[in-house]
Nanobody, 123 residues
Framework: QVQLVESGGGLVQAGGSLRLSCAASGRTLNPYAMGWFRQAPGKEREFVAAMGGNGYNTYYTDSMKGRFTISRDNAKNTVYLQMSSLKPEDTAVYYC????????????????WGQGTQVTVSA
């Protein structure tokens, strides 16, 4: 079992940047693939980014590629999502997730979830 806690969300103006953090406890994240998802009010949870357990294979939604970057620091047992050039449509609750095995882009494939952190982008 692994517990995930997101932080770093907040209010930012369009074009600004935020870095989200996902700190894990319970066990090391080293063998886990990690993903970031987001969910806006009234909408389904959607994929944002993912990274394989090896730390080299990364995946992004096309609309976010080039703006968002997923990374991990195994020494700190933390995964990050660096977001830049933020747009109002990026407003959502952002969740980190973990799974055993390779990275996936669908939420149903992940086993562990954090509580989420709110990101609000003003025009």
């Amino acid at each position: 079992q692994v517990q995930l806690v997101e932080s770093g969300g907040g209010l930012v103006q369009a074009g600004g940047s935020l870095r989200l953090s996902c700190a894990a406890s319970g066990r090391t994240l080293n063998p886990y693939a990690m993903g970031w998802f987001r969910q806006a009010p009234g909408k389904e949870r959607e994929f944002v980014a993912a990274m394989g357990g090896n730390g080299y294979n990364t995946y992004y939604t096309d609309s976010m590629k080039g703006r968002f970057t997923i990374s991990r620091d195994n020494a700190k047992n933390t995964v990050y999502l660096q977001m830049s050039s933020l747009k109002p449509e990026d407003t959502a609750v952002y969740y980190c997730a973990a799974r055993v095995g390779s990275a996936r882009t669908t939420f149903e494939d992940y086993d562990y979830w954090g509580q989420g952190t709110q990101v609000t982008v003003s025009a």
